[in-house]
């Protein structure tokens, strides 16, 4: 089965400091995985993807990922927190075998501490 | 490039009644998707369109139904609400099926 775990509810982190938040994978075949950001009453922006190549991926607003294929994770990381980088974050995974179908975690609540 | 637009943005029913929420997907894009998102449970799939044909449908109980258009609008529709329904409907669009997704602002559905 398909599946995506974001094993922290909430991450709180000082500005300036540098950030994770973690996810883990399971999937049939090789892993297509996303970040996706919400802020309040908002939809979902996409911020990277990894679909194959170089293990760290870069996306929007300073934000990185890194695919690990032996550790089945894809920890979003930013080496310099913001209070504006406070949301809640979601992480995705879709297959091969699984009709194209997304799914998402349950999403991880960062709070940035000015 | 305007974005995925969804309507209505906040609305209120009573148990019982029925709802239609409305998606305008990113123009060239054929492919909506529609997803419940609540506190307790995050995003739940509740099915995908593609070229007027549903490609997949989630775990979700009949009164949960879709279709989409020629121009690839989708419209989701919710009958007999309940309680439970209230949650936030989001509905995103991908050039292809299981391509990139891209959200609309979403539509708060509260049922009293």
């Known amino acids: 089965a398909q599946s995506v775990a974001q094993p922290e509810d909430q991450v709180n982190v000082a500005e300036g400091n540098p950030l994770t938040v973690k996810c883990t994978y399971s999937v049939s075949g090789n892993p297509y995985l996303f970040w996706y950001v919400q802020y309040p009453n908002r939809g979902l922006q996409f911020l990277l993807k990894y679909i194959t190549g170089d293990n760290l991926v870069k996306g929007s607003y300073g934000f990185e990922a890194e695919f690990n294929k032996s550790q089945t994770s894809f920890h979003l990381k930013k080496p310099s927190a913001l209070v504006s980088d406070s949301a809640l974050y979601f992480c995705?995974?879709?297959?091969?075998?699984?009709?194209?179908?997304?799914?998402f975690g349950t999403g991880t609540s960062l709070t940035v501490i000015p | 490039k305007a974005g995925v637009t969804q309507t209505p943005r906040y609305l209120i029913k009573t148990r019982g009644q029925q709802v239609t929420l409305s998606c305008s997907p990113i123009?060239?894009?054929?492919?909506v998707s529609w997803y419940q998102q609540t506190p307790g449970q995050g995003l739940q799939f509740l099915f995908e369109y593609f070229s007027e044909t549903q490609r997949n449908k989630g775990n979700f109980p009949g009164r949960f139904s879709g279709r989409q258009f020629s121009n690839s609008r989708s419209e989701m529709n919710v009958s007999t609400l309940e309680l439970g329904d209230s949650a936030l409907y989001l509905c995103?669009?991908?050039?292809?099926?299981?391509?990139?997704?891209?959200f609309g602002e979403g539509s708060r559905l509260t049922v009293l």
């Open positions: 995705a995974v879709r297959g091969h075998y699984t009709g194209n179908q997304f799914y």
């Open positions: 123009s060239g894009h054929r492919s």
């Open positions: 995103a669009s991908s050039f292809r099926v299981g391509g990139e997704l891209f």
